[in-house]
């Protein structure tokens, strides 16, 4: 068999016949072809049928390309007319050529088969290959226009582009075969032609996956969770059908157009330079070469199906001129007196009330009037033509009968429209009406955006005569909630004094509870003297001593811990914080309790107790939650969930005294400590698992840890022997410990901390065997890697809590050289001093 490499080729040229006597004509084009007598000899009569088999069905194709497109002519409906016709004539084209190909002369088979021959094969299965990406790609705008699915750029959705998308391929095409046929050595072209056409047809398969997807989603979310709503229950089967159909079509399309890529670049690809292959893989290159015809086959009718939604319209139209008219009617629908003709079937359709009523044991099944006493004749006649036409008359006059009338038939699509309608007409004088209303009838969607709407305009609805009549209890449920918008809390204030004076004598008794729901530390201090002078307050003891707690507030910032002092949402504002957790009492005694420090206000505040007392732990957020994990106490990881206010423990236990914990990157670091030394774990939260970290240069406990720059650094310590000076860094992108300069002081339970890019080092132990304090600090430039000192601690402290907020550094509690200490330290870089600003309440370091 001759050879196809590049060397060997030689340009065509026209023959009669084909004179080769063993071989066809293929083995001289550039892609591989079947062993005409090889399959034959090892498939015998299944590979005749195999072929001719195919033949058939693109015979098929043809033949329902012209029915449909003649049936598309004769339609009234120009919906789509265009698209159609093309698809039909792309399709008529692939099938026809297809057939023709496989019924003439099958893979160059026949013995007298010429070059020219094969020349115009070659070319004619090539355009059939465009013309049925064409019609798939049609196709699938068909339906993206027919069911205003969104997907893809705005700039391919329309059929001229597509058309020109097409030309240009044929085109190109065209001039590749012609050219590979007399210059072999241009295959590249014939390479290029393959990709182009598996990029193409990939994308479009997955356009009709992904489009299938979205009109399933949207009709389900159309349905509502019951299959009563008359507008989309009608086509809920076919949609159905077309959404399984185009998954189908979906995944035989990546499969025809991935064998496309396989068989442009595998092992039987353009670059092979073979003549002929097996038979068995030709089956599949040949199978994906038809692929797309099946689907398209397979999905035009019922995309046709989809764009005559006309005949619905027409439908609905005439069976409410049945129903207007009397025509046909096999029931009397009766309200206040007032009679309705309507049909059985149609009421049953659309309503499961009426459903039951008719086809039950209920009297109304065999008598042919139905009287309906709790609906008026209006609204029903409304609720008819809704049922008959899928259109009524929505207006504020009757859309609360009309959600009624809705609730007591059972018929949610009318239900659903309706309170939308209302959701629309929200405003200050009728929301708490609504909300109420919507309530009684289960109209969760409208009781939602009533609740959002009083939240948002809160004052305008306190100001309202619905909110002057309302009871205790639902006044109380609104000025409790966090989610209330109002410029100050006076506003709430005014708010519940106004409704208590609405009705004085039957109210005044409740003031009392409801002003402890009233935010009173929200309020200035003038404020609160105000309300002092007001009379319902000044005479009522248990009010005066709330407002009295809250002006404590001013006078003793710094002292109170109040648990419940949220401000409302609308009123909150950022505020930087210190959290404070655990710590020892005394030798051996530990706490567990959690404050938080603001440095703004110099106030505290508790926060819910730790499920264990701990000492000599690390402490780090990750993600917004703090974790407490280590210490000398074999007890497992915390967490505080901080939007959650809640503490909760992870199923490890980490017994690792003098360890630092630091975050970086979405994950917890714990580094070294008594007996691990120079270990490292790394905890991932989001996938709650810890993993074995590259260890440290040096063996540390007592150490500092802190973040700078995208790296970690560890500071100090000691080694079981002797305390350190040195200093090391971990950098996460090469997973590796390095060495930096040293401190010029050894220390063992100092505080560090980030400041800039500087890292600042404050106290610590100075040996092992002595309570000796070093009081000089040190701060580490990054840039310069030295360390140089900075004006010492007025009162030498070790094992303290340190953090920086904009240019100041605060120093948390801790021990000196004769006791523990818990006062708090600020030092201002600027002036480089050390101030005590405040005390730690519980007394814990």
């Known amino acids: 068999m001759t050879s196809n490499s590049d060397k060997d080729q030689k340009p065509h040229q026209f023959s009669s016949s084909n004179e080769s006597t063993g071989d066809n004509l293929l083995h001289n084009w550039a892609e591989p072809s079947p062993n005409w007598l090889e399959a034959i000899e090892e498939w015998d009569w299944l590979w005749l049928a195999h072929v001719y088999g195919f033949g058939g069905i693109f015979v098929l194709v043809a033949s329902y390309a012209i029915r449909r497109f003649i049936a598309s002519r004769k339609t009234v409906l120009t919906q789509h007319r265009v698209h ?37 094969c070659i070319i004619s299965w090539g355009i059939s290959s465009a013309c049925i990406t064409s019609s798939f790609s049609i196709m699938l705008l068909i339906f993206l226009e027919t069911t205003k699915t969104s997907l893809g750029p705005a700039r391919l959705k329309n059929l001229p582009c597509l058309l020109s998308i097409a030309l240009v391929n044929i085109s190109y095409l065209l001039l590749s075969d012609l050219v590979v046929w007399f210059h072999p050595e241009a295959k590249v072209m014939i390479f290029i032609c393959h990709v182009t056409f598996a990029a193409w047809g990939l994308a479009v ?18 349905l509502g969770g019951t299959f009563f709503n008359r507008e989309l229950d009608r086509d809920f089967k076919r949609l159905k059908r077309l959404f399984i159909l185009m998954c189908w079509a979906s995944c035989l399309g990546i499969f025809k157009f991935s064998l496309s890529l396989y068989n442009a670049i595998g092992e039987y690809g353009v670059f092979a330079d073979i003549g002929f292959v097996k038979s068995w893989p030709c089956k599949f290159m040949f199978l994906r070469n038809n692929m797309a015809t099946a689907d398209a086959t ?10 005559y939604g006309d005949f619905k319209e027409e439908l609905l139209q005439k069976l409410n001129e049945l129903r207007e008219t009397n025509i046909l009617c096999d029931t009397i629908i009766r ?28 009297r109304e099944k065999e008598s042919k009037l139905v009287d309906i006493q709790d609906i008026k004749s209006s609204t029903l006649n409304d609720v008819l033509r809704y049922v008959y036409t899928g259109e009524t008359r929505i207006d504020s006059s009757n859309a609360k009968d009309l959600v009624m009338a809705a609730d007591y038939l059972i018929i949610p699509s009318l239900k659903g429209r309706v309170t939308r309608f209302l959701e629309e007409t929200l405003k200050a004088s009728n929301c708490l009406a609504l909300e109420s209303f919507a309530s009684r009838y289960n109209c969760e969607s409208l009781k939602r955006a009533a609740v959002d709407y009083e939240m948002e305009n809160f004052v305008e609805v306190a100001k309202s005569e619905d909110f002057r009549l309302l009871d205790v209890e639902k006044v109380t449920e609104l000025i409790c909630m966090d989610e209330i918008n109002v410029a100050e809390e006076e506003e709430v204030y005014e708010a519940v004094m106004a409704w208590v004076k609405h009705d004085l004598s039957s109210r005044e008794c409740l003031l009392q509870s409801l002003l402890k729901c009233v935010r009173l530390f929200s309020l200035s201090k003038y404020k609160l003297r105000n309300i002092l002078d007001e009379e319902l307050v ?16 001013f006078i003793f910032p710094g002292e109170l811990l109040v648990t419940s002092m949220k401000p409302r949402l609308s009123l909150s504002s950022w505020e930087d914080v210190v959290i404070l957790t655990g710590g020892e009492v005394t030798w051996g005694s530990n706490y567990d309790t959690t404050v938080c420090f603001v440095p703004s206000t110099l106030g505290w505040f508790y926060l ?8 000599l732990h690390g402490a780090a957020i990750c993600s917004g939650i703090l974790y407490v994990m280590g210490g000398k106490q074999s007890v497992p990881v915390c967490f505080l969930d901080q939007k959650q206010n809640k503490w909760d423990t992870l199923d490890l236990t980490l017994d690792r005294e003098g360890c630092t914990v630091t975050s970086l990157n979405e994950e917890l670091y714990v580094i070294g400590g008594k007996d691990s030394w120079q270990d490292v774990q790394i905890y991932t939260p989001f996938l709650n698992k810890w993993r074995q970290g590259t260890s440290m240069e040096t063996t540390r406990a007592g150490h500092s840890a802190v973040v700078l720059q995208g790296h970690i650094y560890v500071v100090a310590g000691y080694n079981g022997k002797v305390c350190l000076s040195s ?13 930096i300069s040293g401190m010029s002081k050894v220390r063992r339970s100092a505080a560090a901390v980030a400041v800039g890019r500087n890292i600042f080092v404050v106290g610590g132990f100075g040996d092992m065997t002595s309570l000796t304090i070093e009081p000089s600090c040190e701060i580490f430039s990054q840039g310069a890697n030295q360390w140089s000192l900075v004006p010492s601690l007025s009162i030498p402290r070790a094992a303290s809590g ?11 509690g801790g021990e000196d050289e004769d006791d523990y200490q818990n006062d708090v330290l600020c030092c201002d870089l600027g002036k480089n001093e050390w101030h005590k600003i405040s005390v730690i309440p519980t007394g814990q370091r």
């Open 84 to 120: 159609r016709a093309v698809m039909n004539i792309a399709l008529l084209v692939a099938g026809f050529l297809r057939s023709l190909i496989l019924f003439w002369d099958p893979y160059a088979s026949s013995s007298d088969t010429t070059d020219l021959q094969l020349l115009i």
């Open 205 to 222: 398969s997955v356009g009709y996956l992904v489009a299938g997807i979205r009109m399933w989603c949207n009709l389900k979310s159309s």
């Open 298 to 307: 397979i999905l035009k009718g019922d995309a046709e199906e989809k764009t």
């Open 335 to 362: 309200a206040q007196g007032q009679d309705f003709p309507a049909h059985k079937c149609v009421l049953s359709a659309a309503s499961p009330y009426f459903r039951a009523m008719f086809t039950g044991e209920l």
């Open 538 to 553: 000044s005479k009522d003891p248990v009010c005066m001593k709330e407002v009295i707690s809250a002006l404590d507030l």
């Open 608 to 615: 819910p107790t730790m499920p264990f007392s701990r000492s």
């Open 727 to 739: 200093a090391e860094c971990y950098n996460p992108s090469t997973d590796q410990w390095a060495e």
């Open 802 to 812: 340190i953090v920086s907020i904009g240019d100041k550094v605060y120093l948390f």
